[in-house]
Each structure stands twice: as C-alpha cells, then as structure tokens.
C-alpha cells in the first residue's frame, strides 16, 4: 500500500523546504544539488525543448531547465510549493495536481523531456512502473525520462544505509535499482541507473 501523503504536509513544509534539504547534508538528502544537475546533464536538454516537471515542488529542478531556454510545465499536488515555484519562474505554466489522481487536462500533450527529483519513493514498485508507464506514452520521438530520487543499487545496499542512519531512518518505497531495472525493461523500457550518492540515484527512462 502507498504511504499516505496528504498536500498539507507539503504545503506546511514550503516555507523552509529550500533552506532545509540545502542544509540537510546527509540521509535523505544528501547531495541534493548534485542530484538535481545530474537530472539535467543526462537529460541533455536544449532551447525551446518542452519540459514537464512533475513534483516540481518550489522549483529547484526546473529552474536550471529555464536557464537553458526551455519551454517549462510544472505539475505539483502542493499548493504552497507551487506558489514558491512561481516566484522562480515567471515564464513556466503550472498545475496543480495529484499523480494519484487522473491526468490534467493542461498536460494533453506530448513532451521532450519529463524529469522529477525526490517524489515517486512514496509509491511501491508496481505504481512507479504503472506511473513511469504513463507518462512514456507521453514523450515525444526521441523523447526521454530522467529521475532522480532516493536509490539505492540493491537491497543489501540499502540496509547498510539504514543501518548507519539508526534512528533517522523513514520507511518509505525507495528505489532498488536492480529490481527496478528489470521491471521497467520488462514491460518494453529502455532504462538506465546511475548512484550519485550513497542514498541517491538518477533513472534514464526511454521507450526500446
């Protein structure tokens, strides 16, 4: 079952979220913006490219996406978070949604690159599958999948982890590569996995 995460705790937390994973440096978010450039360089964007950011959040992802001259959508089910975002990027369109929920209307559209940073661990193995799904049909030719989250390579990984946090540690669905990778190619994705710390990974998702 989903852990349950209402917007409310979201939008109570957007007041510091920029100031708190900036000064967190260590699980879950440790190198939080090496994380979120590693996003960018694989995802290889460029002018004018479309781009939808999902779980925008106050904006850190699709800011550096709006410095390289691309055309922004940002999705979030946090109304506070995505009042931070506009402050950031004027130029962007956002919507205000839950990926629980059905998808907006606003993004009836194809996309060049889809990205995301630190939202699908709250969802099991087979709901990130359905939802990483989705949103493929959503790409244009050519067109690419680049996440970033809590990750880890197995499962052994991930216990030593937990083990050094001790009591820090939350349960939630993080991302275990190995099984992840093989879900995704089983049901026709091309989909790679680089560690970009001990806790955090970055997926490059494609159609075969």
């Known amino acids: ?33 090496r994380a979120l450039d590693t996003v960018v360089a694989l995802a290889q964007a460029r002018p004018n490219m479309s781009v939808l950011d999902l779980g925008t959040g106050t904006g850190n992802l699709a800011l550096r996406f709006a ?22 990027l004027p130029g962007a369109r956002f919507v205000l949604s839950d990926l629980r929920a059905g998808w907006p209307s606003e993004l009836e559209r194809e996309f060049d690159r889809i990205v995301s940073a630190y ?8 709901e990130k599958v359905r939802i990483v799904k ?19 390579p197995d499962a052994q990984a991930m216990e030593m982890v937990k083990v050094s946090v001790g009591e820090d ?20 994705l091309k989909a790679t996995y680089r560690q970009v710390s001990s806790c955090a990974g970055v997926f490059v998702i494609q159609p075969a």
């Not at 691309?70 to 506070?80: I, N, P, R, V, Y």
């Not at 989705?134 to 880890?152: E, H, T, Y």
Request: hydrophobic residues 50%; contains cysteine; aromatic residues 16%.
């Open 119 to 126: 939202v699908l661990h709250h969802f099991a193995l087979d």
């Open 169 to 188: 540690w939350e349960d939630e669905f993080y991302w275990l590569a190995d099984e992840s990778l093989a879900a995704l190619q089983k049901i026709g």
């Open 67 to 88: 410095r390289l001259g691309c055309k922004l959508w940002c999705m979030d089910f946090s109304e506070a978070m995505l009042a931070k975002a506009c402050q950031k």
């Open 134 to 152: 989705s949103l493929a049909a959503r790409l244009a030719p050519g067109g690419r999948m680049v996440i970033a989250d809590i990750a880890f």
């Open 1 to 33: 079952m989903t852990v349950l995460f209402p917007p409310s705790e979201f939008d109570a937390w957007a007041e510091t979220y920029d100031q708190s994973v900036l000064e967190y440096q260590q699980f879950p978010f440790d190198v939080y913006e």
